[in-house]
T-cell receptor, first 114, second 110 residues
Framework: DSGVTQTPKHLITATGQRVTLRCSPR?????VYWYQQSLDQGLQFLIQ???????AKGNILERFSAQQFPDLHSELNLSSLELGDSALYFC?????????????FGPGTRLTVT | GQSLEQPSEVTAVEGAIVQINCTYQ??????LSWYQQHDGGAPTFLSY????GLEETGRFSSFLSRSDSYGYLLLQELQMKDSASYFC???????????FGRGTSLIVHP
């Protein structure tokens, strides 16, 4: 158990809908990362927050947005969902910016868009 | 941009030694990390090399050569439970984003 929690574990929704994925980092970790992993694909970095501020952005679609709240939990919002958005979404955390080489991953949210 | 190349699949027998290679092209480089992921599970951190040379952690070792833009993960005394995907990754920093390789599927046979 990494100490990172993600909810929900599974999500099934229809095209065009909007969903919110939630992540709580390890106690004391300030940095949160979001990744997308499609079938047989590597981990695609989406976005990083550090202590409430956006720190780095990857190939995140405009339909996707995220935020980190004062209690350091983070939410990833996916809207106007398409079939291709079906994937495993991971949240990870690290204690500081300098520790980004050692990330602790949550169990993931499996999103299925039908 | 940043890219990391690793073999898609490696097979070995129980008790053997296997090496998973990773070559990288990055504009900025802080070091090379390795993660393990079992089917459907969360990636777990294995090791990190910031400097050239070998880092040993139990049955796993990781090596880095900055001059060759190359690293590898060495797994010794293979066990069936080592069957998993292994990812090399470069951490983010400055204007660079965290980037993972596509992963190497290790299959350990009895």
């Amino acid at each position: 158990d990494s100490g990172v929690t993600q909810t929900p574990k599974h999500l099934i929704t229809a095209t065009g809908q909007r969903v919110t994925l939630r992540c709580s980092p390890r106690s004391g970790d300030l940095s949160v990362y979001w990744y997308q992993q499609s079938l047989d694909q590597g981990l695609q970095f989406l976005i990083q927050y550090y202590n409430g501020e956006e720190r780095a952005k990857g190939n995140i679609l405009e339909r996707f947005s995220a935020q980190q709240f004062p209690d350091l939990h983070s939410e990833l919002n996916l809207s106007s969902l398409e079939l291709g958005d079906s994937a495993l979404y991971f949240c990870a955390s690290s204690s500081t910016l300098a520790d980004s080489y050692e990330q602790y991953f949550g169990p993931g949210t499996r999103l299925t868009v039908t | 941009g940043q890219s990391l190349e690793q073999p898609s699949e490696v097979t070995a027998v129980e008790g053997a030694i296997v090496q998973i290679n990773c070559t990288y092209q990055t504009s900025g480089f802080y070091g090379l990390s390795w993660y393990q992921q079992h089917d459907g599970g969360a990636p777990t951190f294995l090791s990190y090399n910031a400097l050239d040379g070998l880092e040993e952690t139990g049955r796993f070792s990781s090596f880095l050569s900055r001059s060759d833009s190359y690293g590898y993960l060495l797994l010794q005394e293979l066990q069936m439970k080592d069957s998993a995907s292994y990812f090399c990754a470069v951490p983010g920093g400055g204007s660079y984003i965290p980037t993972f390789g596509r992963g190497t599927s290790l299959i350990v046979h009895p």
